[in-house]
Each structure stands twice: as C-alpha cells, then as structure tokens.
C-alpha cells in the first residue's frame, strides 16, 4: 500500500514570496492533516479536512496560508507571502475518517521550507 | 487546557542498554495515546498507540509504552537499545475538540 506522499521535499524561498505544498493520502482515507513542525519542536495542527470539507483550521494564519482538498483526495496548502518564521517542515498526514472511532494517523516525509 | 509533556529534550543511551522515555499528557477523560517515531529528514512513524483495555501496549521494533492514569504517564521503553533506535520521539494524544496534541519530542542518541 503506498504511503502518503507530498510534494516537494525541499523547498527554499525569500521573504515575501509565495509557496505551494501539494499531499496526496493514502487511498480510502478520507480524513487529511497538515502540520508545522517547527525545528525544536513538535508538530502543531495547521488544518485538518474530512473529505473536501474542513474540519479545524482555528490554527492557520489565514492572512497568509490557505489550503484546499478539491474532490477530497490530494490537498494543497499555500503560503502568500512568506515570512521568516515560516521556516519549518511541512507534514501532511491522513487517517481513516474520524467519528465514533479513533483512528491513527500515517504521516508523508514532509516538505522542509527554508525562507531566507 | 490539553497538553503533552516529554521532559528530556535529549538522551543518551549505550547501545544495549534498556531505555525509557517519559510522556506525561493532561486530559480529563481516558485519552487515546501515541508514541511515533522520526528519523532524520522523514515523518513520522506509528510505533504503538493505547485507546483502552491493557494498560501494557506492544508496539514495533521492540518497543512497548504502559499507560498509568493516576500519574497520567504513558512512557515509552525498550529492553535493549539498537544504534538504529537513534531518531527523535513523539508522544501525542487525542483528546479535546477531537484534536491530536503533540509533545516538543525526546532525541534519542545511542552510543555504541
């Protein structure tokens, strides 16, 4: 079974430029996560979609990143512009759908994002 | 307010050697609880998870985690240290607004 996959792996960036993530879960599940790990630190709940609708996103700067799941499949989360302290590693993860069950979540390698 | 608490930001252990790392979480009810595992320049990786019932879970590669609700600890161990135990660990636990927390991570060294 293939994992979650994102792209791309590395990504390095000046100051006010714009960036694109991309995430594709694992099939069949339907619940999608992007975290920021910033070095030092665990990863912090950025915005979590259960098909294409979002379920929490109380943690996304949202003057600056934006997310979407279109068809509820792969996602994409953009920042516009960047700044400094946006330096971090990008996980996405997924699950099966959460409801009466709690189900564990398998995480991508990660985008690492360098502004500069 | 929900958190999770791993004191040792670094350990080191001798290859061989037994291990234990600490996770402490606070949450009112009986939380749904994690250990992953993060290599360098990877993601993570599930390596056991307690929802309910034995409070001694076994996970993979040798690893196991025992939940104590009245010191509200769920502490990863393992018996015997390989040098490619050697990553960073993340406890998480899922609990209010049915989020997953994280803790800040334990790096583990290992020297042989």
């Known amino acids: 079974e293939a994992g979650v996959a994102q792209s791309p792996r590395y990504k390095i960036i000046e100051k006010r430029q714009s960036v694109a993530f991309w995430c594709n879960p694992i099939s069949g599940h339907a619940t999608l996560y992007w975290y920021q790990q910033i070095l030092g630190q665990g990863p912090k709940l950025l915005i979590q979609?259960?098909?294409?609708?979002?379920?929490?996103d109380s943690q996304l700067p949202k003057d600056r990143f934006s997310a979407e799941r279109l068809k509820g499949v792969d996602s994409t989360l953009k920042i516009q512009p960047a700044k400094l302290e946006d330096s971090a590693v990008y996980l996405c993860?997924?699950?099966?759908?959460?409801?009466?069950?709690?189900?564990?979540?398998?995480f991508g390698p990660g985008t690492r994002l360098t502004v500069t | 307010a929900q958190s999770v608490t791993q004191p040792d930001i670094h350990i080191t252990v001798s290859e061989g050697a037994s291990l234990e790392l600490r996770c402490n979480y606070s949450y009112g009810a009986t939380p749904y609880l994690f250990w992953y595992v993060q290599s360098p320049g990877q993601g993570l990786q599930l390596l056991l998870k307690?929802?309910?019932?034995?409070?001694l879970v076994q996970g993979i590669k040798g690893f196991e985690a025992e939940f104590k609700r009245s010191q509200s600890s769920f502490n990863l161990r393992k018996p015997s240290v390989h040098w490619s135990d050697a990553a960073e660990y993340f406890c998480a636990v899922y609990g209010n607004f049915n989020k997953f927390y994280f803790g800040s991570g334990t790096k583990l060294n290992v020297k042989p």
């Open positions: 993860a997924s699950s099966l759908p959460m409801g009466d069950r709690v189900y564990e979540q398998y």
């Open positions: 307690y929802f309910s019932g034995d409070t």
């Open positions: 979609f259960q098909n294409n609708g979002v379920v929490d």
